[in-house]
């Protein structure tokens, strides 16, 4: 196993999901993680503009909970995804 090989991966997986698995060669798992990744975010930051938007209008036709639901989610999303991402290339970093 090649240490410098597999701490550049895991260290391009820190950097954002599925990095490391695109530099390991295997294109697909990367890409899907990406795609997780930034789905993650994108349920991130509309959890956020629903939850700045009630608390700013005090809007009342929806409830504030869709919103924290929606940031919790795709926060729980990007911590699995991330820890994942990372320990998958570094274990498969060294592998040729």
């Known amino acids: 196993m090649d240490k410098n090989r597999a701490g550049r991966a895991a260290v391009l997986s820190f950097v954002f999901s599925g990095l490391g698995q695109l530099y390991n060669g295997q294109i697909v798992k990367g890409l899907t993680m990406i795609f997780f990744a930034c789905l ?3 349920l991130v930051v509309l959890g956020a503009i629903l939850i700045y ?3 700013t ?3 009342t036709s929806w409830p504030i909970w869709i ?3 929606l940031f919790l989610i795709g926060l ?7 820890a ?3 320990f998958d290339a570094y274990k498969n970093g060294g592998i040729q």
């Open 76 to 82: 729980v999303l990007i911590c699995i995804i991330g």
């Open 84 to 86: 994942y991402s990372i």
């Open 53 to 55: 938007v009630w608390l």
């Open 40 to 42: 993650g975010i994108l």
């Open 67 to 69: 919103g924290i639901v």
């Open 57 to 59: 209008q005090k809007a």
